[in-house]
């Protein structure tokens, strides 16, 4: 089993920035393909960005590119993965969901069996 906790998320105005954190544990994490999924109220809940194993490969939502990074912490008691957000806007306001799969791919497109509680993210106007 793997557990996922998300923090960081709050309220901010829009264009201002947000960085969200996910901590895993149960499994090796360096064997585990990450990502971060939102769902807005009344929408179905969407892939935002995902990251490889070992960190070389990302993938990005179209309407999150070049505003949001995903990074991963394979490190020994680090094992972590992050979201900055940046240049927010208000539509991104949702609940963003911590994802872990040890197979994921691809990423965008991929089933994963593991998934946190959600972190609220509002982006006020």
């Known amino acids: 089993q793997v557990q996922l906790v998300e923090s960081g998320g709050g309220l901010v105005q829009a264009g201002g920035s947000l960085s969200l954190s996910c901590a895993a544990s149960?499994?090796?994490?360096?064997?585990?393909?990450m990502a971060w999924f939102r769902q807005a109220p009344g929408r179905e809940r969407e892939f935002v960005a995902g990251?490889?194993?070992?960190?070389?490969?990302?993938?990005?939502a179209d309407d999150v590119k070049g505003r949001f990074t995903i990074s991963r912490a394979n490190a020994k008691n680090k094992n972590t993965v992050n979201l900055q957000m940046n240049s927010l806007k208000v539509e991104d306001t949702a609940v963003y969901y911590c994802?872990?799969?040890?197979?994921?791919?691809?990423?965008?497109?991929?089933?994963?069996?593991?998934w946190g509680q959600g972190t609220r993210v509002t982006i006020s106007s």
């Open positions: 994802a872990a799969d040890v197979a994921a791919w691809p990423l965008s497109r991929a089933t994963f069996d593991y």
């Open positions: 149960g499994r090796v994490f360096s064997a585990l393909d």
């Open positions: 990251i490889s194993k070992s960190g070389v490969t990302t993938n990005y």
